[in-house]
Nanobody
Framework: EVQVVESGGGLVEPGGSLTLSCITS????????MTWVRQAPGKGREWVST????????FYADSVKGRFTISRDNAKNTLYLQLNSLKTDDTGMYYC???????????????????????WGQGTQVTVSS
């Protein structure tokens, strides 16, 4: 069974930092790009960042570029997202997902297959507030 389990969220003041983790199982982690997606209260899912397999090239939404860093540990089948200089707009539920996803109108799709991503973990809540 394919599983992704996110953790590491919490309450942090503006300007603070967090490190999110996503432990995966049930598939060959090294063969797939991995993506972080977030969902703000009352809004649809938004693509945040992707890291490819192989060359581990990284991609970021403009809203987080320079503040967030995505990485992966293939030996541990684990994906990470380092969040720095957090802003109140970063508040939301953060999800990891398998594949190189893009999101529109609140739904996320695999860039390679065009299929909607249907495998989601429970997410981890990030709240940025003073």
């Amino acid at each position: 069974e394919v599983q992704v389990v996110e953790s590491g969220g919490g309450l942090v003041e503006p300007g603070g930092s967090l490190t999110l983790s996503c432990i995966t199982s049930g598939f060959t982690f090294t063969s797939f790009p991995m993506t972080w997606v977030r969902q703000a209260p009352g809004k649809g899912r938004e693509w945040v960042s992707t890291i490819k397999s192989g060359d581990e090239a990284t991609f970021y939404a403009d809203s987080v570029k320079g503040r967030f860093t995505i990485s992966r540990d293939n030996a541990k089948n684990t994906l990470y997202l380092q969040l720095n200089s957090l802003k109140t707009d970063d508040t939301g539920m953060y999800y990891c997902a398998i594949g190189h996803l893009w999101c529109a109108r609140g739904r996320c799709y695999d860039e390679g297959t065009g299929h909607e991503n249907l495998i989601w973990g429970q997410g981890t809540q990030v709240t940025v507030s003073s």
